[in-house]
């Protein structure tokens, strides 16, 4: 089957802005953006195939119907394993975190959330929540959040472009304003808030907090800088591919291009591209389309591979 993009859906939330609508290209009616998801089988967001024979039908109907072109990594599953999403925090998002497969399954009946992030852009200064600074003890937690001074006790990292962060589940985190990012994560929008910094939403109350799960997930240590795997994948005087991070949910890749780049398939797993910056002419199966900023294609099992030529840099995830 033939290459595809997707459509995809589109988050409102209050900490968003307008990045991804002037700098993504993002067209939607919504005023602020918070969250792109562009690769979703998940049900509180479903991308939709478009420009195809397919065009119109949902992701998660797709792997239904067509769980070969997931490929051989996804054999005895059902649920789509990764969702893929740009965020744009205008605003600090909550301090947060996400359970485990098995937390996860026994109260939510759902995925738990190991996570990873790309920054694509940020303000001067910006920064982000990361772990604890030290071990800490449940009550301590609990006091800060109580308080409010739980920001106090977490590991700040500033960020630059470029930066990736690997957050499995159970990482007290929060992303701060002024970032621009990707996130592949595992396909679940399971999140427990700890802290939203005093907020109010859109009816005037504040958001709910889930503190007691959140303390039963929660690390509460130092996380570690190092994305599992991570490393140079080759590089030459037309690209430069670099894994970001493997883990048993997500294969992600960054590939920096400046000529042609000629990609093999094994029918393993599906290849989804990201476009994040520039532009390039893709072609698979003596067919030819063009890639820019803010655009995907999904690239199923069944195909030999692929080219991209160009300038820009991509952002790839697989099985």
């Given at each position: 089957m033939l290459p595809f993009q997707l459509t995809p859906v589109y988050k409102d939330y209050?900490?968003?802005?307008?990045?991804?609508?002037?700098?993504?290209?993002?067209?939607?009616?919504?005023?602020?953006?918070?969250?792109s998801w562009e690769l979703s089988a998940h049900h509180d967001g479903d991308s939709v195939i478009a420009g195809s024979e397919l065009a119109g039908m949902t992701l998660s109907e797709f792997v239904k119907r067509f769980p070969q072109l997931?490929?051989?990594?996804?054999?005895?599953?059902?649920?789509?394993?990764?969702?893929?999403?740009?965020?744009?925090?205008?605003?600090?998002?909550?301090?947060?975190?996400?359970?485990?497969?098995?937390?996860?399954?026994?109260?939510?009946?759902?995925?738990?959330?190991t996570e990873m992030w790309v920054i694509l852009d940020c303000e001067p200064g910006a920064f982000l929540y990361f772990g604890f600074e030290h071990p800490v003890s449940e009550e301590e937690v609990r006091r800060r959040i109580s308080d409010g001074t739980i920001t106090e006790i977490l590991q700040k990292v500033p960020v630059e472009k470029g930066d990736v962060y690997f957050i499995p589940a159970g990482t007290v985190h929060a992303i701060g304003a002024g970032i621009l990012l990707a996130e592949i994560q595992q396909n679940s929008n399971t999140t427990y808030r700890v802290y939203d910094f005093g907020r109010l939403d859109q009816d005037?109350?504040?958001r709910a907090l889930h503190v007691e799960k959140a303390l039963e997930v929660a690390k509460r240590e130092p996380a570690s800088l190092d994305a599992?795997?991570?490393?140079?994948?080759?590089?030459?005087?037309?690209?430069?591919i670099r894994r970001l991070a493997k883990c048993g949910y997500f294969n992600s890749e960054m590939l920096e291009l400046s000529g042609r780049y000629i990609r093999e398939?094994?029918?393993?797993?599906?290849?989804?591209?990201?476009?994040?910056?520039?532009?390039?002419k893709f072609?698979?199966?003596?067919n030819e389309w063009e890639l820019s900023k803010g655009e995907n294609f999904f690239i199923p099992s069944d195909q030999t591979g692929f080219t991209l030529s160009g300038d820009g840099t991509f952002l790839i995830t697989t099985l």
């Open positions: 209050l900490w968003g802005g307008t990045k991804l609508k002037t700098q993504f290209h993002k067209q939607t009616d919504l005023q602020c953006v918070a969250e997931v490929g051989t990594r996804f054999y005895g599953h059902t649920e789509f394993p990764v969702l893929v999403k740009l965020i744009d925090a205008n605003k600090n998002l909550s301090v947060q975190v996400h359970p485990d497969d098995v937390f996860a399954q026994k109260e939510e009946n759902a995925q738990g959330k005037g109350r504040p599992p795997n991570a490393g140079d994948l080759g590089m030459n005087a037309e690209y430069r398939m094994d029918h393993s797993t599906f290849v989804f591209l990201l476009c994040t910056d520039g532009s390039a072609c698979c199966n003596e």
